[in-house]
């Protein structure tokens, strides 16, 4: 596959503005001390399409190209680690109603709600029956990041009595009232991902889809959703924790031209240590975003031919997200070793960003386990995952 069409190297989104990015790092203070999203930045991407960048144009969306958006999370995750996650995930949920639910009902709600911000979850966590008219929902949703600056919500459900089980998502009205305050963290603590709990809540018909399996959507003419779900959802990841250790690289960059470690005769930036904390942190970044946009390269290739994905396809390409992500995480740390007592202090914006991108790998699509499921694979065996 030829470099110049690596995702990797596509520019982000022209929507994403300098000035827009500046709001992003400057109101991040605010949002960590009250663990949660900036509802008017949240708002503002909201207005400039920007949470909906992977719904297919005709539904109402960008329909770009994953590159696109892995680069896009990676810009504002460098800004403001939260706040990336959150657009980021929002994106995601936005690409699950426009997936599962009728083409027809997506491209009302869109040109209805031209700025909408959807978040949500789609690990099935809530139980729907049938009623007159629609479905009758129950559950509660962990991890929802950014639902106290969402709009509407998308969350999955097993649908009662069903074996084997089928998944029926529904969108419903953010409603402040069902949201309990859980999110207490040391790292991505402005995502405000709190729990989501609903109570014989009503949804219309039109605002519901039922999927046989739901790792698969609807025949969609789009590439992107032609893949499962488990490589639709770690990728984006990769862009987060990117974004974050580009920033530890930064940070350490200027700390070193100006701290003289106790007893040096030069600043940190003349200690062989630090050059080669510097050069090990930038070839473990390089390698797992290349990494990554080989293997997004060779999947999109194949979703374009309307191909299926091989096992192996699939184990190299969650093996990339995972290793990419770990990648960063040891970039980082290495950093703060290098920075010495510097990185203790809130001062300092490294500790808070060794704190972040472990929070990323928590999450389970690119948790450090989806390497050994993909290595199982690799050697021919059943990867032992229901999700892989």
């Known amino acids: 596959m030829a470099h110049a069409e690596s995702p990797l190297r596509t520019a982000g989104p022209p929507e994403l503005s300098d000035e827009l990015l500046a709001r ?84 009302s709600f869109y040109a209805e709600y031209t700025d909408v911000v959807i978040a949500g979850s789609g690990v099935p966590r809530g139980i729907v029956s049938e009623v007159d008219g629609g479905w009758n929902v129950n559950g509660r949703w962990t ?59 009503f949804v219309p018909a039109d605002r519901a889809a039922v999927v046989e399996n739901y790792s698969l959507p609807k025949p969609n003419e789009h590439p992107f959703y032609r893949l499962p779900s488990g490589l639709r959802f770690p990728f984006p990841k990769t862009g987060v924790a990117s974004g974050i250790a580009r920033r530890a690289i930064d940070e350490f960059a200027a700390l070193a031209d100006v701290k003289t470690p106790l007893f040096a005769r030069s600043e940190l930036a003349g200690r062989p240590d630090a050059h080669a904390a510097m050069a090990r942190a930038e070839a473990l970044l390089g390698a797992g975003r290349a990494f990554v946009a080989n293997q997004l390269d060779e999947l999109w290739a194949t979703a374009s031919a309307a191909g299926e994905v091989t096992p192996a396809q699939h184990a190299r390409a969650r093996l990339a997200c995972s290793w990419s992500v770990q990648n960063c995480i040891e ?33 389970f699509m690119v948790g450090s386990y989806q390497m050994d499921t993909a290595g199982r694979v690799l050697l021919g065996l059943d990867p032992g995952d229901p999700n892989f």
């Open 24 to 107: 992003v790092r400057a109101g991040g203070a605010d949002s960590d001390a009250e663990r949660n999203p900036d509802r008017e930045i949240l708002a503002e991407m909201g207005r400039r399409g920007l949470m909906r960048i992977l719904v297919p144009e005709e539904l109402g969306g960008l329909g770009r190209h994953p590159g696109e958006f892995i680069e896009f999370t990676h810009r504002v995750s460098y800004e403001h680690p939260s706040t990336g996650w959150v657009a980021m995930t929002c994106n995601e949920e936005a690409e699950i109603f426009a997936a599962n639910l009728e083409p027809e009902t997506v491209a």
């Open 143 to 201: 991890f929802v990041s950014g639902c106290t600056g969402a709009d509407w919500w998308v969350v999955a459900n097993v649908v009662e009595g069903t074996q084997p089980k089928k998944v029926c998502h529904v969108l419903v009205p953010a409603d402040p009232s069902c949201i309990e305050d859980t999110w207490h963290t040391v790292g991505l603590r402005g995502t405000g991902s709190h729990d989501v709990v609903l109570s014989d809540c």
């Open 331 to 363: 970039a980082v740390e290495t950093l703060v070793t290098a920075a010495g007592s510097t990185a203790n202090f809130t001062a300092s914006p490294l500790g808070g960003l060794l704190n972040d991108v472990r929070a990323v790998a928590g999450h």
